[in-house]
């Protein structure tokens, strides 16, 4: 009776450990990262560093990416939890089939550079021949990288528009004498007006999600 006491007081410790490590695979399996990084980017362009606050744009990319992958998180449902529910498979066997989805979801959104960059960095004696020869731990940073880098280009389109209208107003305000007045006071209303026009919150939430297509 101790012993079974005892195995399930680790089990608890266990579950509660991995409960902590769920804000780490929120932000290194999933697309949230890139999601929070564009919207993010978006909210300095216009500038205005606190509309949105960080805990709307946190919240907006939270939902986006349960969005984005929800085929991934159906597939991890139906081969790995529900065969582990109905006592089909152990704990371990439910591991490595969840462990399928995410794998094949970091592979469609990581670049072959990055992911070559990483496996030459393990020094592994043999070099994997096929994505099944890739372990997850050289497959992570690759998929954070390349993530970095893709948030980051869709990032850059979006300063474009707001850094001619800067370049704009800036430009006329010299021309017209007027060098103490900031710049800022008077391409901010046009600069949110021109992302309202645009229906810019429609137009970025669409290029992110079909970003992961």
């Not at 991934?72 to 591991?95: H, S």
């Not at 990032?155 to 107003?169: A, N």
Request: charged share 15%; net charge neutral.
């Amino acid at each position: 009776m101790n012993t079974v006491d005892g195995d399930s007081a680790i089990q608890v410790l266990l579950l509660i450990g991995a409960f902590t490590l769920i804000p780490a695979g929120l932000f290194c399996l999933t697309g949230f990262t890139r999601i929070l990084i564009v919207l993010g980017f978006i909210r300095t362009a216009i500038g205005t560093p606190t509309a949105p606050p960080n805990q709307v744009l946190v919240g907006i990319a939270l939902f986006l990416t349960l969005f984005v992958m929800a085929p991934t998180f159906t597939q991890i449902k139906e081969t790995a939890w529900d065969p582990l529910e109905a006592g089909r498979i152990n704990t371990a066997q439910a591991v490595r089939r969840a462990e399928e989805p995410l794998r094949q979801f970091m592979f469609e959104q990581t670049r072959t550079k990055d992911l070559a960059l990483f496996v030459r960095l393990s020094r592994t004696r043999e070099q994997p021949r096929t994505r099944a020869d890739i372990p997850t731990t050289v497959l992570i940073p690759a998929f954070i990288v390349s993530e970095l880098k893709t948030a980051f280009q869709i990032g850059f389109m979006i300063f474009l528009p707001f850094l001619v209208i800067d370049l704009i107003v800036a430009s006329t305000l010299m021309s017209m004498g007027m060098i103490m007045l900031p710049p800022v006071f008077i391409s901010l209303p046009f600069k949110i007006l021109l992302f309202v026009l645009v229906d810019g919150w429609a137009l970025i939430t669409d290029s992110l999600v079909r970003s992961f297509n």
